[in-house]
């Protein structure tokens, strides 16, 4: 079978090439990002492979069927990108990798707790100019404060596990909460409880219709004053504008992306000699007590090998007529 890999950096292929030597698959790796102008690259291919902001809309989908293709491998956990209706229509079948590492992304919202709350990321660049000051660098302890995780599923619960080590408290909430917390130390409230409570709020869910900018100027309100925010999981949960007039008024005391809502033509590149316009994103950057990192959550060596191994297993498996192995989802 023939894949076409879109949107690949030297990473993918590293990981790739090396669990492919299994399958044998003919695979045909481009630096394009997948849409409805480039979606033609994928002639003579049975399946395409793609990454979280490929463009999987309709035009996109409605194409690549056009082509012949039959698969689309998301190389990802999420697919919030991905129109599944259009992909039913067009008798696509979309497999996902639902889990390479929640580790990887509870471990990288720990680290950002950690770097807001101790100021990590002012002291690495006043140090490498030989300034031992420390005006300006005063955090907090985490203990005894108040997390609040919006979404318990795999990352979710794992973070939680993470925190109940530094002894705060950790307030939860999740539509669907898990009947059995395995231990864990965590009350489950509603959201108006949570926003109210907490010092610290983690976004550990989905991009879905209800939780669509669920970060907005009335939630904000809703919080303490000074609250951190932190979002690992999609950029879309947070209308940024109105997180900037937070962090104007003071009202959030800091905030840790490492998703953001207009990332896609700018996250995963170096864009360190272009003009960015996204004045939104630059202001955002401005601020001293926000951090972004660039989509960066999910990457480590095991994540990688993870994602290699269960989309090539994927691909297997639609081959073979048993979509039982990895995460069909269509
Ligand atoms: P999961 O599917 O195991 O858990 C998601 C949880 O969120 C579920 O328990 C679900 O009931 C809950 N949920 C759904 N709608 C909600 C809402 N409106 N409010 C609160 N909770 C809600 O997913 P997992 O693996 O824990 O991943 C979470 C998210 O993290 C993914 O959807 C993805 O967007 C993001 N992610 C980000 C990565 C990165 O590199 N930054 C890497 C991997 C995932």
Do not use: W
């Not at 697919?79 to 008798?91: I, M, R, S």
């Not at 696509?92 to 990288?108: K, N, Q």
């Not at 925190?163 to 959201?191: S, T």
């Not at 202001?283 to 095991?302: C, E, I, K, W, Y």
């Amino acid at each position: 079978m023939k894949i076409a890999f879109f949107n690949t950096k030297e990473y993918d292929r590293e990981f790739f090439d090396k669990y492919n030597e299994e399958y044998q698959f003919e695979i045909e790796y481009f630096k394009a990002e997948l849409n409805p102008k480039t979606a033609k690259l994928a002639y003579g291919s049975e399946a395409v492979c793609a990454f979280v902001n490929d463009n999987l809309g309709d035009e996109t989908l409605t194409e690549l069927s056009k082509l012949g293709v039959k698969l689309v491998l998301l190389r990802c956990a999420g697919f919030n990108n991905c129109d599944l209706g259009a992909a039913k229509q067009n008798g696509l079948v979309i497999m996902r990798v639902p889990e390479y590492s929640p580790f990887a992304v509870a471990e990288h919202a720990v680290g950002l707790i950690l770097s807001l709350s101790r100021k990590f990321h002012k002291a690495y660049n006043r140090t490498r100019d030989a300034n031992f000051s420390l005006e300006g660098l005063m955090g907090f302890d985490l203990h005894a404060k108040t997390v609040g995780v919006i979404g318990t599923g795999k990352i979710g619960l794992i973070l939680i596990k993470i925190l109940n080590g530094f002894g705060v408290k950790v307030l939860a909430y999740d539509p669907y909460p898990v009947q059995d917390k395995k231990g864990l130390d965590f009350e489950y409230c509603d959201l108006k409880t949570l926003y109210v409570s907490s010092d610290i709020i983690t976004l550990q869910c989905p991009l879905t219709k209800d939780s669509f900018h669920m970060v907005n100027s009335e939630s904000i309100n809703d919080m303490k004053d000074g609250v951190i925010i932190i979002n690992t999981s999609r950029g879309a949960l947070i209308n940024a504008k109105d997180m900037i007039l937070g962090l104007k008024n003071k009202k959030v005391g800091g905030l840790a992306i490492d998703v953001y809502e207009e990332e896609s033509e700018i996250f995963f590149k170096d864009m360190s000699s272009k003009i960015i316009e996204d004045d939104t994103l630059m202001r955002l950057m401005s601020f001293p007590n926000v951090l972004v990192t660039g989509h960066q959550a999910f990457f480590t060596d095991t994540a990688m090998e993870n994602i290699a191994k269960t989309t090539l297993a994927n691909a297997k498996s639609f081959q073979e007529q048993n979509y039982s192995v990895g995460g069909t989802i269509v």
